[in-house]
């Protein structure tokens, strides 16, 4: 058992800045930590009895489909749909020239002079409002102009059958003028490009991110001993996930329910009330299981995600009857990621491994998650940064930040490093340890920081280096590149990476805690699911801070709209915010308890209280004692009738704000955590292949509330990053525009017998600003790896390829033999 001593922060609201909590109560850790839990979604979906979106029904419901375009970009001259309307069972068809939604567009909040918009300038990240914020420009619910191939296009039906609603789309008379595409940034920003935007004479999207400096690169430049420059690309890659897109709407009078597969419900609630024009208040969603997201359902840009909950609240309004949309797997494949970048680097270094001066010029297609230079201040002393990012709209898809908003910034981090380390041979853990640090300032401010705070003064990077290095054997193998050939003829290479470990890049929840009449234990707040196995820990959390067994804990249908919403799971910080809030919630609650207790006792305070075992205890005379069953037995929420149940429920709530992006070291607050990631990979110089035969995670958690989740989200990282690396790639056909691998077969997508075996290793340094010190881990490993494998081929064969996803035909044209 350990105890929490460390310190915790919350939001200073007048200054803007984080400083301890005072009088954090210290608690035994017995459910924390704990392995062999049972996790709370585990029977459902394990029994196959797990209900998805895609499996509601409801009575008399009506299937939604829409026409998705054939064309990369182009127009509709001519439509009629005479023949789908008469055929039988067709129950209404939608056009873009329907009074309802022609020329209205998505998100009229979403995007500025809107929602995002009011939040840059609200923060002081930018002067005015601006237009998409690095997005692709507003896209009509249903227009008569196609951007991409595969968008949501011209007419949309709803029948008694999906088959139904197919045919009918099929029937649907069409004539269209095709208009020319461009499909590469690069190509898009050429003067003789086609301008893909109405009423814009460039490509160019806006973003108030288009250009970070830090000090003087030049000046850094002029300092370094070595000037390291080269390019790199990365192509496009999807979320991939298993369930489809589908959404089921029904109407009660005036107020609408709404089944989503969402990784936001509470923002998608938001935008879809504000497009409706209807009151919050008179919307209910329901979030059921979700089968993966890995961010694509969180994108308010997206036609596909948010225009067909759209279109289906239009279609039961009309009709008077529940309908449920739907998308095939080929309609599936939308919303890139947003790392599509091809990145120019020049690089200043000393011969001992100091880097001077990084400048960086960033070219998006569609969207830019994050600029790239941005990990470098969070935890580098580098002093001389610069980074231009341009975002340029192409004919593809809406892009977000799927399987991680962090990856511009981790694909940079790890090919600087590696490229810098290479130049001067040196191991490039040596090179993480002369530069680890943070804005500009050496470790020493950190170790500085850790002591004014509360913190244990220890070196996470050097931790995870040192468990990463022996369990891959570093010392033993690393070898200079091109140098050792296996027995079996392939080529050895190994490489390393590192970075810090996020955990509060954003997160806002609230939820409620109530204890039952029994003396169990109920968590209200709606969330979304997407496989991470969240709620164990929140359970965890809360029966160590009410001195429970995790048993007594439950969480109330997460699907249900009940009025609280818990952080939405993604940017690594659903378990530091989150578990925040339940903590609190869980220290009312107990404050709620000792004090209805208090009355039951003679002569005792409720702080002379304290709970164990489901017992509440005089702390100096532990033999007195009361069940907390049998202090809450008449504190009912609501009864019939007065007398026996005459006092008022244990019930409380909390709320948190974890900040907001960028808003780390304005606050004071650097990320104290590191991770550290390990690959080794063999080469067969013949066929270009490139075979991952180990990978080692070392990832600082700083406190592991539920290990087996931790772990978990390390391993199936390491497989998703690996993926991204080798074999996962769209590929759109250069003539028509047309994205050729719309399934999960041509899409090759990892598994666990790819690549491996994989070493799950996490480090508990209590560093993190989350409780009891934890940091996030979901995201990590997954947006680590995919630039790793660059080095690794590197070391094996001496030649970089850093045009990503490595595949054979690139290893054989770096080789001379293609």
């Given at each position: ?209 288009q250009l970070l400096e830090v000090g003087d690169v030049e000046k850094g430049f002029k300092e370094a001993d070595r000037i390291i420059e080269f390019t790199a690309r ?161 004919s593809k898809a809406a892009a977000w930040w799927d399987r991680c908003e962090q990856l511009p910034n981790t694909f940079c981090f790890t090919l600087v490093f590696d ?400």
């Amino acid at each position: 058992m350990a105890s929490d001593n460390l310190g915790d922060y919350e939001r200073v609201q007048e200054e803007g800045k984080y400083s301890l909590e005072a009088d954090i109560p210290t608690i035994t850790f017995t459910e924390i930590g704990k392995r062999g839990i049972r996790r709370m979604d585990g029977y459902e979906k394990a029994s196959g009895k797990a209900i998805y979106t895609r499996d509601m029904q409801l009575p008399g419901m009506l299937y939604g489909r829409v026409l998705m375009s054939p064309y990369a970009r182009a127009k509709i001259l001519r439509m009629d749909t005479g023949r789908a309307e008469a055929l039988p069972g067709v129950r209404s068809i939608m056009r873009y020239d329907d009074p309802e939604i022609e020329g209205r567009g998505l998100n009229g909040s979403y995007f500025a002079p809107g929602w995002v918009g009011r939040q840059l300038k609200r923060s002081g990240l930018v002067e005015d409002e601006l237009e998409g914020w690095g997005l692709k420009p507003v896209r009509p619910v249903l227009g008569d102009e196609a951007w991409y191939e595969g968008q949501p296009v011209g007419v949309a039906v709803a029948a008694d059958s999906e088959d139904i609603a197919n045919e009918a789309l099929r029937l649907v008379d069409m004539d269209w003028e095709e208009l020319p595409f461009v499909l590469d940034q690069e190509e898009a920003l050429k003067p003789d490009a086609p301008i893909l935007r109405p009423n814009s004479d460039s490509n160019l999207l806006e973003d108030p991110r288009q250009l970070l400096e830090v000090g003087d690169v030049e000046k850094g430049f002029k300092e370094a001993d070595r000037i390291i420059e080269f390019t790199a690309r990365r192509n496009a890659h999807l979320w991939a996930g298993a369930e489809m897109a589908s959404v089921l709407v029904r109407w009660r009078g005036d107020n609408l329910e709404m089944w989503l597969r969402e990784q936001q419900p509470y923002h998608a609630k938001m935008l879809f009330a504000e497009w409706m024009d209807l009151p919050m208040n008179r919307i209910t969603v329901h979030s059921p299981y979700m089968g993966c997201s890995f961010g694509e359902r969180g994108n308010p840009a997206n036609n596909p995600s948010n225009g067909m909950n759209i279109l289906a609240a239009l279609f039961s309004k009309r009709t008077g009857r529940p309908v449920k949309f739907l998308y095939n797997r080929n309609e599936t494949f939308f919303g890139e990621s947003g790392d599509m970048m091809v990145s120019y680097f020049k690089v200043g270094a000393k011969e001992d491994g100091t880097i001077t001066a990084v400048q960086i010029k960033n070219v998006f297609a569609v969207y830019m998650c994050t600029p790239g230079i941005e990990h470098f201040i969070d935890n580098t002393r580098i002093p001389n940064l610069k980074c231009e990012a341009i975002t340029v709209d192409v004919s593809k898809a809406a892009a977000w930040w799927d399987r991680c908003e962090q990856l511009p910034n981790t694909f940079c981090f790890t090919l600087v490093f590696d490229h810098v380390a290479a130049e001067l041979g040196m191991d490039p853990t040596e090179v993480a340890l002369k530069n680890d640090g943070y804005d500009s300032r050496d470790t020493t401010h950190l170790s500085k920081y850790k002591s004014e705070h509360g913190f244990p003064d220890r070196d996470s990077l050097r931790e995870c280096i040192k468990a990463g290095k022996k369990a891959i054997g570093w010392d033993e193998k690393w070898h200079p590149p091109g140098t050792k050939k296996l027995p079996n003829g392939k080529m050895h290479g190994m490489a390393f990476t590192w970075d810090h470990a996020w955990d509060d890049v954003r997160g806002t929840g609230s939820a409620a805690i109530l204890i039952e009449n029994d003396g169990t234990v109920s968590i209200i707040g709606q969330q979304a699911d997407i496989g991470v196995n969240p709620w164990t820990a929140y359970c965890q959390i809360v029966a160590d801070e009410l001195g429970m067994r995790y048993q007594d804990i439950n969480i109330k249908p997460f699907d249900l709209d009940q009025g609280f919403a818990l952080m939405s799971p993604d940017g690594s910080c659903n378990l530091c915010s989150n578990g925040i809030v339940l903590r609190k919630a869980a220290r009312k609650a107990k404050k709620m308890l000792l004090e209805l207790a208090a009355q039951k006792f003679e002569d005792v305070r409720p702080e002379e209280l304290d709970t164990k075992d489901r017992i509440i205890y005089v702390k100096s005379d532990p033999k007195r004692e009361k069940t907390i069953k049998e202090v809450v037995a008449r504190a009912m929420p609501m009864f019939a009738s007065a007398g026996y149940w005459s006092e008022a429920p244990v019930i409380a709530w909390a709320w948190h704000t974890h900040g907001v992006w960028g808003e780390a070291l304005e606050t004071g607050r650097p990320r104290l955590g590191r991770q550290s990631h390990f690959i080794e990979v063999e080469v067969d110089t013949e066929t270009g292949t490139v075979e991952v035969s180990r990978v080692v995670n070392v990832n600082d958690v700083g406190k592991a509330v539920s290990p087996e989740t931790v772990e978990g989200q390390m391993y199936g990282g390491s497989y998703l990053g690996v993926g991204r690396s080798l074999t996962e790639e769209m590929i759109w056909d250069g003539k028509t525009g047309v994205l050729l691998n719309r399934n999960l077969l041509d899409y090759k997508y990892a598994t666990m017998v790819d690549y491996g075996p994989v070493d799950a290793i996490f480090l508990e340094t209590g560093l993190g600003h989350g409780p009891y010190g934890a940091i996030g881990v979901g995201e990590a490993t997954a947006t680590m790896m995919p630039a790793l494998l660059g080095p690794a081929v590197y070391n094996a064969i001496g030649h970089w390829i850093d045009d990503f996803p490595i595949t054979p035909d690139k290893v054989l044209k770096a080789l001379g033999k293609a």
